[in-house]
């Protein structure tokens, strides 16, 4: 790992951009704990190891799928409990709600580490999926709060590598979702997890996913054209 651990979660540093895009993501902030949720078991044991300690609880749930939530299916879950004032000390220094309270989402003090911030938020709110249609890499944020997905969009305008977004929509669920662009969403997808083993920082399952999306794409892209028939 190149970087030391940081000072604390309120830090500027690769390891906390990344807890909290997944707290902000999949998390609930409370004034005396909070807790994240992730399909991932190594991902849960890397956020409470950033954390300094947490609990972590796993169950096994049907969960509706984002776009059509007629349908489910079964996945792991584990929940990452942090108790402490950290919890509150979050919400504040980055507009996360609180109880009823509604968040703000102020990410700037983790600027210079967006691309784990992304990744964290990627992971936690985000899918990732091959479109077989297109040949082409698809890549979605959904939540139940559209001013956390406003930020996304933010996020993604400011960062490196082009990622031009459709317009946020309304999901059957009563969520909200958008999407990357499907010409931009490989390219983005390689710029997340660029630099993801330095630090151990992503959910093994997630980044497995997108890379068979892109290997899958890729493959597409490498089969000849069909020659035109004589005549």
Do not use: N
Request: proline share 4%.
């Amino acid at each position: 790992m190149s970087e030391t651990a940081p000072s604390g979660l309120l830090a500027s540093h690769p390891d906390t951009a990344y807890f909290w895009g997944h707290v902000a993501g999949a998390g609930d902030v409370t004034r005396d704990d909070l807790t994240v949720e992730t399909t991932d078991g190594t991902c849960a044991e890397r956020l409470a190891a950033i954390a300094g300690g947490g609990e972590i609880d796993h169950d096994r749930i049907d969960r509706p799928y984002a776009h059509d939530t007629d349908l489910t299916k079964a996945e792991d879950e584990y929940t990452v409990t942090v108790s402490g004032g950290v919890a509150a000390q979050g919400s504040a220094a980055f507009g996360l709600p609180t109880g009823e309270e509604r968040g703000g989402y102020r990410f700037d003090a983790l600027s210079e580490h967006r691309r784990q911030l992304l990744r964290g938020l990627l992971e936690s709110c985000g899918t990732v999926c091959f479109k077989s249609s297109a040949g082409v890499v698809g890549i979605s944020f959904v939540h139940d709060d559209r001013a956390l997905l406003e930020t996304v969009d933010q996020l993604l305008e400011a960062c490196p590598v082009d990622a031009p977004t459709g317009e946020i929509s309304a999901t059957s669920s009563g969520g909200y979702w958008f999407g990357i662009d499907d010409d931009a969403a490989g390219a983005f997808g390689e710029w997340v997890y660029d630099g993801s083993d330095d630090r151990d920082l992503f959910a093994p399952t997630r980044r497995r996913k997108l890379e068979q999306s892109l290997e899958r794409a890729a493959a597409l892209d490498a089969e000849p054209e069909p020659e035109a028939p004589d005549g």
